[in-house]
C-alpha cells in the first residue's frame, strides 16, 4: 500500500511539471522576450514570482524551462531506448566474439562520464536543444544498451525460448513473442530513472553554458544567471531548483511505483 | 537500484541549495581601532586575475601588469590613476624639431633589485624587448617604427623614429625598465619598483615586500601579498572574513549590498576604460549600410541595458572614447533609443520587415545575457537575432582573425582604442578614408591640442556612421576595508598602485 502512495506522489509531482510545460505551449503570464519589468523586482501582483536582471517575468521563463526539461527527457529517452534497445538485442543475439566485442565498447562508452561526451557532441554539432538531447541520449544508450543485453541473454537462456528455437521458430518471431513482453516492465522503469538523470544533465549543461542558447529558459540557466542575484532575490534561484527537484523525484518516485506494479519478478512481494 | 536512486535525489537537492548557499556569510571586519597607519603591515589584495608568467612582453596577461606595473618595475614614464603621463626613471626629455629624435636623461641614484645600477642599456634593452619579433606585448602593435635607439652615455638615451609619434611618450609608460643582464624574466624579476618579488604560489598567490634600497619614497606599507581567485563569490566571502583588505575589481553589482551597507567596507565607483561593442561587420551585408547601423544602434535601449547588467554603476557612452580619455566629446545623443526612427531608417534601407543575422556571442558574462536582451530589443523592429555562443578561442579565431562573422559582441578595455577605427583591416573593417587620414594625421601632430582636435572629429565621424554601437562603458568598483586607505581607484589598464596604502 505504501507503495502504491508513492505511485500516485510521483504521478502528480511528474502531472504538475508536465502540465506546466503543455500549459507553456498555448499560454505564458508574458511573452518570452518580454523585457518591460524592472530588474530584479520581488513576487507581486504583477509578476507573481518577480522579475530577473533584464525585467523578463520569472514565471513565464519558469515555465519555458519546464518545457525544455520535459523536452530534452523524452527526447533523450526515446534516443537512449532506440539506440540502446538495439544495440543490446543485437548483443543478446550474437555470437560470442560479437557480443564481446559490443560488451567491451559499451563499457568503454559507460566510463566515459555523460558531461564529457556531453562537451564532445556539443564541440561538434554546436549548443542547442538538439545537441543536448544527442548527447544525453547517446550516454544513455550506453547504459540501456547493457542492461537490455544482459535481459535478453536471460530471457533467451529459458528452456520454452530454446525449445521454440529448435522447433525453428524465426528469430523476429522470438523478440516480438517472448523476448520484448519479459524484458519491458524492467526496461520501463530504467528508462523512467533515465529520464530523471537527463532533466539533471540538461541542467548542468546550461549552468555551464553548454545548453540551448540564450534566451531559451533551461532551468539550469536560470539557476546560472541567478547565481550572482542571489543575494538580492534568492527567488531567482530558489524557483528553478524546487522546479527541478520536484520533476526528478516525481520520475524516481513513479519509477519506483511502476516496478511494484509492473515488474513480474517482484509481484507478490508486495 | 537503490543506490542509484538516492545519488540521483542527492544531486538535485544539491543543485537547487548549493546557490543558495554561495556567499551567504554574514560576517563583516570589525573597525580599526588603531587610527595610525603601520608602515610595516602587509596589504592583503584580492584579485581575479592571476598572471600566466611574470614577463609582459611574454604574455603575462592583465594580472601582471596589475601585480607589477609600478610596483616592481618602472617605466622612462608613469601613468597616474587619473590618466596623467609623468615622468618617473626618464627626468627629462627633449624632442627634435621635426618631432622624430627623443632624447631622455635617466634619473640618477636607481638600482635593480639585484644591485646593478640603472645606465641607458638597459633602455634600449627594454624598448627592444617589447618591439622584438617574438614579443607578446599587447602594446607592440601601437608603437611607431623606431630607426635606431642610441646610448651617447650612460645617462642618455636617443630615439629615433620614422615617423612623428604623439603618443610615444605615452606609450613609454607601459615599457617597463629590465636589467640588461637579467634574462628569461618569465619566473622571476629584476626592476627598480618600491617592491621585490618575495614568492610566487601558482594558482594561489604572489607575495612582494618593500624594497629597503629604493631610489624614491619608500612604500608606505611592509608589503602586499596579491591573493587569486576564480570565482567572485568566493573573492567576496574573503573580504568579508578579513582574509583579504582589498578587492582590485568588482564584477557583480548585486553583491555589493552586503559591503554598502557595512561601516566596515568602502564602495569605491572609479573609472574603467572597458566599453561593451555590439560590433558590427561593415564589410558585409546588411551592416555595410549605414542606415542599417544607425537603426540598430537606436533600437537598443542602452539605458535599459546598463541598468539591467550593474544596477546603478557604470556609465553610457556614444562612441568608442571613454571620459578619461583628453579627446572625449558627449556623443550619447548620436543615434540615441528611438524605435520609430530606427523603423524609418529601416525602411528607407530597404527592410521595411527587418531582417535576420547571427550575432557571435562569447559565452561568458555578460555577453550571454546581452545577447538575449539584444535579442529582445531588435525583435520590436522585425530583425531575428539568431545568437551563437562561442567560446574566446572560437571568437579569437572566426571573429578577429577571419573576419568571419555577421555582427558580434566584445568588451574592449584598452584606452585610447578609438584610433583602431582608422585601420580597415581590424577586424570590424570600418573603412572610411577620411577617419583614417585624420587618426594618422593625429598620431603624426605637431601638439596634442593639434591631436586632441583630429582624434575629435575622427571620433564623432566614427558615431555618426555607426561604426559599432557602443553600448556602455564598465564602471570600476573597488571595494576596500575602511582600514584601507591611498588605494587607487580608476585602475587604468588593470593596473593596481600598491605603493601609497596606508593600512590602519
Known amino acids: 500500500m505504501r507503495r502504491r502512495v508513492f505511485l500516485i506522489a510521483g504521478i502528480v509531482l511528474v502531472a504538475l511539471v508536465v502540465g506546466i510545460a503543455l500549459v507553456s505551449l498555448f499560454w505564458t503570464p508574458f511573452p518570452a522576450a518580454d523585457t518591460t519589468g524592472g530588474r530584479l523586482e520581488g513576487p507581486g501582483a504583477h509578476h507573481l514570482l518577480g522579475t530577473d536582471k533584464l525585467g523578463r517575468d520569472l514565471l513565464t521563463r519558469l515555465m519555458i524551462g519546464a518545457r525544455i526539461a520535459v523536452a530534452v527527457g523524452l527526447g533523450a529517452v526515446a534516443l537512449g531506448a532506440v539506440v540502446g534497445g538495439v544495440a543490446g538485442l543485437l548483443a543478446g543475439f550474437a555470437n560470442r566474439w560479437l557480443d564481446d566485442t559490443l560488451a567491451a565498447l559499451l563499457d568503454i562508452l559507460i566510463a566515459f562520464p555523460t558531461l564529457l561526451l556531453a562537451m564532445l557532441v556539443v564541440a561538434a554539432r554546436g549548443a542547442s536543444l538538439g545537441s543536448a538531447i544527442v548527447a544525453i541520449g547517446l550516454a544513455m544508450s550506453a547504459i540501456v544498451a547493457r542492461l537490455t543485453r544482459v535481459l535478453v541473454k536471460r530471457v533467451l537462456a529459458m528452456d520454452y525460448v530454446t525449445l521454440a528455437r529448435t522447433s525453428g521458430v524465426s528469430w523476429p518471431r522470438i523478440v516480438t513473442a517472448h523476448v520484448l513482453p519479459n524484458i519491458w516492465p524492467t526496461m520501463a522503469v530504467n528508462l523512467a530513472l533515465q529520464f530523471g538523470l537527463a532533466v539533471l544533465a540538461e541542467a548542468s549543461l546550461s549552468y555551464l553554458g553548454l545548453g540551448p542558447p540564450p534566451p531559451n529558459a533551461s532551468w539550469g540557466r536560470l539557476l546560472q544567471e541567478a547565481q550572482s542575484t542571489v543575494l538580492t532575490a534568492p527567488i531567482g534561484a530558489i524557483a528553478p531548483g524546487v522546479l527541478l527537484v520536484v520533476l526528478v523525484v516525481g520520475v524516481n518516485l513513479l519509477a519506483d511505483g511502476l516496478r511494484d506494479v509492473a515488474d513480474p519478478t517482484r509481484r507478490g512481494h508486495r | ?504
Not at chain 2, 401 to 411: I, M, V, W
Open chain 2, 1 to 504: 537500484m537503490k543506490k542509484q536512486r538516492i545519488a540521483l535525489l542527492g544531486a538535485a537537492v544539491a543543485t537547487a541549495v548549493a546557490l543558495a548557499a554561495c556567499g551567504s556569510n554574514s560576517g563583516g571586519a570589525s573597525p580599526s581601532s588603531s587610527a595610525a597607519a603601520d608602515a610595516n603591515a602587509v596589504v592583503q589584495v584580492g584579485s581575479l586575475y592571476e598572471p600566466q608568467n611574470l614577463d609582459n612582453t611574454a604574455g603575462g596577461g592583465q594580472g601582471i601588469t596589475e601585480a607589477f606595473n609600478g610596483n616592481v618595475y618602472e617605466g622612462l614614464f608613469r601613468l597616474t590613476d587619473d590618466g596623467k603621463v609623468e615622468p618617473l626613471l626618464a627626468t627629462a626629455n627633449t624632442v627634435s624639431a621635426d618631432g622624430l629624435t627623443y632624447t631622455f636623461t635617466l634619473r640618477d641614484g636607481v638600482k635593480f633589485h639585484s644591485g646593478k645600477a640603472l645606465t641607458s642599456a638597459d633602455v634600449k634593452y627594454s624598448i627592444e624587448k617589447v618591439l622584438a619579433p617574438d614579443s607578446k606585448s599587447a602594446r607592440k602593435s601601437s608603437f611607431p617604427e623606431i630607426k635606431s635607439i642610441a646610448t651617447p652615455d650612460p645617462k642618455t638615451v636617443t630615439v629615433t623614429l620614422a615617423t612623428r609619434s604623439i603618443s610615444f611618450i605615452y606609450n613609454l609608460s607601459y615599457v617597463w625598465i629590465v636589467n640588461d643582464q637579467a634574462g628569461n624574466l618569465s619566473a622571476k624579476e629584476d626592476g627598480t619598483g618600491p617592491y621585490t618579488l618575495d614568492g610566487w604560489k601558482r594558482g594561489s598567490s604572489l607575495t612582494l615586500k618593500k624594497n629597503p634600497s629604493y631610489w624614491g619614497t619608500a612604500a608606505t606599507n611592509g608589503g602586499v601579498v596579491f591573493h587569486y581567485f576564480t570565482d567572485g563569490s568566493a573573492l567576496d566571502n574573503a573580504l568579508l572574513t578579513n582574509a583579504v583588505d582589498v578587492v582590485t575589481s568588482e564584477q557583480n553589482p548585486d553583491a555589493l549590498a552586503q559591503f554598502t551597507d557595512n561601516p566596515a567596507y568602502k564602495v569605491n565607483d572609479g573609472h574603467s576604460t572597458t566599453k561593451l561593442l555590439l560590433a558590427f561587420n561593415d564589410r558585409v551585408a546588411p551592416f555595410n549600410d549605414v542606415k542599417v547601423r544607425k537603426a540598430v544602434s537606436s533600437a537598443i535601449d542602452d539605458k535599459k541595458l546598463l541598468q539591467s547588467i550593474w544596477g546603478d554603476h557604470g556609465e553610457l557612452i556614444g562612441s568608442m572614447v571613454p571620459p578619461t580619455d583628453p579627446w572625449h566629446t558627449d556623443l550619447t545623443g548620436v543615434n540615441a533609443y528611438d524605435v520609430a526612427g530606427a523603423k524609418a531608417l529601416l525602411a528607407e534601407a530597404g527592410h521595411p520587415n527587418g531582417f535576420t543575422f547571427t550575432l557571435d556571442t562569447p559565452n561568458y558574462d555578460p555577453h550571454p545575457t546581452v545577447a538575449a536582451f539584444v535579442k529582445s530589443e531588435l525583435a520590436k523592429v522585425g530583425i531575428t537575432v539568431n545568437i551563437n555562443v562561442i567560446t574566446p578561442d572560437q571568437w579569437y579565431t572566426k571573429v578577429y582573425q577571419n573576419k568571419d562573422f555577421t555582427a558580434t559582441l566584445q568588451e574592449h578595455v584598452n584606452d585610447r582604442d578609438v584610433v583602431w577605427y582608422g585601420d580597415p583591416n581590424f577586424y570590424w573593417g570600418y573603412d572610411n578614408p577620411q577617419v583614417t587620414a585624420w587618426i594618422k594625421q593625429a598620431e603624426q601632430a605637431g601638439s596634442e591640442a593639434e591631436q586632441t582636435e583630429l582624434l575629435k572629429k575622427a571620433d564623432q565621424q566614427i558615431a555618426a556612421d555607426a561604426a559599432s554601437d557602443w553600448l556602455y562603458l564598465y564602471p570600476q568598483i573597488v571595494v576596500a576595508s575602511t582600514k584601507l586607505s591611498g588605494y587607487p581607484v580608476n585602475g587604468l589598464n588593470s593596473q593596481f598602485y600598491a605603493y601609497g596604502i596606508h593600512k590602519g
